[in-house]
């Protein structure tokens, strides 16, 4: 497994009862999990006084209780800073785990020895853009949520990223991706983080199961001559590591060998130094 184990700003502190207890800066929030499976005690102080509480219903969906929380807060990430908010469906703005993907790439676009264009789509507030941005990337940064890019622009500038290469883009990933493909543009790495289910601008479908494939075979089109590395990540359970990369070995290393490499990746826990699952990523990486 891969794990997120070097934030300062973030840790899982418990998890017990469907839920975790977690701290963000210095705020405690306990949230939902559906891998958290066991009833174990709660010792923790945070529990009984956490500054906010989502409440997931049997019906679907849920609702945050607020005791002291405010409306944002940031924590920061090595030279990256990140606003959050607590906003509907249980999330905060950021997937901590994913911070061990953005210390892989990272250093692989810093060892690069010349300039890399990354593309990221389904790029949400803007974690792995700016992780890329940071190490010397120019990114592209496409999400159908205008105010999902809004809140990675402001991200951005809180980390001193305002004016990095950075293009950012509000539209449907899969219609940029075909319109790129035409333009024929070209990119050294590229990043996914595709849900499960959602609906692009014009209220277009996604279902993960029917597009992911068709989406990483077009992606494997705008790859340049010499790419660097390939990275999907997935939050839904039917999707194994396995699963992700066979799809990568079927679309890139088929065309450029390379290093094909999938795990779970997860986040350690304070109380019982277990390694929380947060679902998978697959990693493609040049072998030159």
Not at 89 to 100: D, N, R, S
Not at 158 to 165: D, F, I, Q
Not at 176 to 202: C, L, Q, T, W
Not at 211 to 230: K, N, T
Request: with cysteine; proline share 6%.
């Amino acid at each position: 497994m891969w794990i997120a184990d070097h934030w300062k700003d973030y840790e899982v502190l418990d998890t017990s009862r469907g839920e975790k207890l977690e701290r963000w800066g210095k705020y405690i929030l306990v949230r939902p999990d559906p891998q958290v499976l066991w009833d174990t005690p709660r010792k923790f102080s945070g529990w009984k006084k956490p500054n906010a509480h989502y409440h997931r219903s049997a019906r679907g969906g849920g609702q945050w209780e607020f005791f002291s929380l405010p409306e944002q807060w940031s924590v920061r990430y090595r030279e990256l800073t990140f606003h959050l908010k607590p906003f509907s469906f249980k999330h905060t703005g950021l997937f901590p785990e994913q911070a061990v993907n953005w210390d892989w790439f990272s250093q692989k676009i810093r060892e690069a020895g010349r300039p890399v264009k990354v593309l990221n789509l389904f790029a949400y507030t803007g974690g792995a853009t700016l992780a890329a941005a940071a190490a010397g990337a120019a990114v592209t940064h496409v999400d159908a949520s205008k105010g999902m890019v809004s809140w990675a622009r402001e991200n951005a500038k809180s980390s001193g990223l305002e004016n990095a290469p950075i293009r950012w883009i509000v539209d449907d990933c899969m219609k940029f991706v075909e319109r790129e493909i035409r333009r024929g543009n070209h990119y050294d790495a590229v990043i996914m983080d595709p849900p499960s289910y959602g609906r692009g601008p014009k209220g277009e479908i996604w279902k993960i199961e029917d597009a992911i494939h068709p989406l990483v075979a077009s992606c494997a089109q705008l790859l340049s001559e010499q790419p660097l590395f390939f990275l999907i990540n997935s939050y839904t359970t039917g999707l194994a590591p396995a699963v992700l990369s066979y799809l990568l070995g079927l679309e890139v290393a088929s065309r450029f060998s390379g290093v094909l490499q999938a795990q779970e990746v997860g986040l350690p826990v304070a109380s019982t130094g277990l390694v929380l699952p947060c679902g998978a990523s697959g990693r493609w990486e040049s072998s030159r």
